[in-house]
């Protein structure tokens, strides 16, 4: 645990991250002493293919988690956002009516 508390890290562009950062996250997700820590990582889904670091990454802690360790991975997938969804957004942002 992290200090008794939990900790959220959000690593976004993960399709531009190199072998040593992946190396991290894998440590980070598969050791027993970091209870209490979320990762959050964001890519852009159509700059990553099956046979990208990446894909071979979450392929393998999908293993590790069926098999040894005590994590979950949850993939959600979201589409683009449409002008009215980003007007909407920016419009709440802005404290617009």
Same mark, same amino acid.
């Given at each position: 645990?992290?200090?008794?508390?939990? #900790?959220v $890290?959000? #690593?976004?562009?993960?399709?531009?991250?190199?072998?040593?950062?992946? !190396?991290?996250?894998?440590?980070? =997700? %598969?050791?027993? !002493?970091?209870?209490?820590?979320?990762? $959050?990582?964001c890519?852009?889904? !159509? /700059?990553?293919?099956?046979? @990208?670091? =990446?894909?071979?990454? &979450?392929?393998?802690?999908?293993?590790?988690?069926?098999?040894? @360790?005590?994590? %979950? &991975?949850? !993939?959600?997938? =979201?589409? /683009? =956002?449409?002008? /009215? +969804? $980003? +007007?909407?957004?920016?419009? /709440?942002?802005?404290?617009?009516?």
């Amino acid at each position: 645990s992290f200090l008794g508390k939990p #900790l959220v $890290v959000v #690593l976004d562009d993960l399709q531009w991250a190199d072998m040593g950062s992946f !190396e991290l996250i894998q440590l980070l =997700l %598969t050791d027993r !002493e970091s209870s209490g820590l979320m990762i $959050v990582g964001c890519y852009r889904s !159509e /700059e990553v293919d099956a046979a @990208h670091i =990446l894909s071979k990454m &979450i392929r393998d802690l999908k293993e590790s988690a069926r098999s040894q @360790h005590p994590f %979950t &991975i949850s !993939e959600i997938l =979201l589409g /683009e =956002l449409s002008l /009215e +969804n $980003v +007007n909407a957004i920016l419009m /709440e942002l802005m404290s617009i009516d």
